[in-house]
């Protein structure tokens, strides 16, 4: 399967603790971005890379946030000191660099539930 | 401020009929528009978009209209199907940075 692939599919945590999440893109796409949703919302941008380059942060993405593209292929999101308003879905989608070809495909997301 | 809008949370429609999605933007900066289906507890699921120089785009029973005057689009399918059923989101891009979405519309096709 050449899809978005995310990891853990799952999260349950206590409210404080850490969590992390790793994407894996489709092979050779160089764009790779962050979402979150909410019931009854639709996907919210966190972040993007270009390859390992982060370039753009929305201002949802509070100083608890962090993600990483080391070599440009996967990427971890990872949350500090989670609170319950971090419960979500976290998905991830990837697309191939250029102009006009800003399909974005996303993964199965991350559901993270914090207690 | 919402700059994508679906207003309609839901909609109903037979097998066999047509389907017509309805999305609103206020932003004109937006250059692509995009149309995902969303199963309960999957990802979003590519399905046909369009460029702001065209006002028709066509795949099989999927066609988007962009009206750009109106800053408005829409989504037909036809004919429905029950596998059609699911969530449908309407995004927009403008520049570089990540897509914009409405809130859906939950699509019910009654047999």
């Known amino acids: 399967d050449t899809g978005v692939s995310q990891n853990p599919r799952h999260k349950i945590t206590k409210r404080g603790q850490n969590v992390t999440f790793r994407c894996d893109p489709i092979s050779e796409h160089n764009r790779l971005y962050w979402y979150r949703q909410t019931l009854g919302q639709g996907p919210e941008f966190l972040t993007y890379f270009q390859n390992e380059a982060q370039l753009e942060k929305s201002r949802l993405l509070s100083d608890r946030f962090s993600a990483e593209r080391p070599k440009g292929s996967f990427s971890t999101l990872e949350i500090q000191r989670t609170e319950q308003g971090d419960s979500a879905m976290y998905l991830c989608?990837?697309?191939?660099?250029?102009?006009?070809?800003?399909?974005?495909?996303f993964g199965p997301g991350t559901r993270l539930t914090v207690l | 401020d919402q700059q994508v809008k679906q207003n309609s949370p839901s909609l109903s429609v037979q097998e066999g009929r047509i389907s017509i999605l309805n999305c609103d933007y206020t932003?004109?900066?937006?250059?692509?528009f995009l149309w995902y289906k969303k199963y309960p507890a999957e990802g979003p699921t590519f399905l046909i978009s369009?460029?702001?120089?065209?006002d028709k785009n066509e795949d099989g029973r999927f066609t988007v209209f962009l009206n750009k005057s109106a800053k408005h689009l829409s989504l037909h399918i036809v004919p429905s199907q029950p596998g059609d059923s699911a969530v449908y989101f309407c995004a927009a891009r403008g520049g570089a940075d990540g897509l914009t979405f409405g809130k859906g519309t939950h699509l019910i096709i009654q047999p």
């Open positions: 932003n004109s900066m937006f250059d692509y």
């Open positions: 369009i460029s702001s120089i065209k």
């Open positions: 989608a990837s697309s191939p660099a250029g102009f006009g070809t800003d399909t974005q495909y």
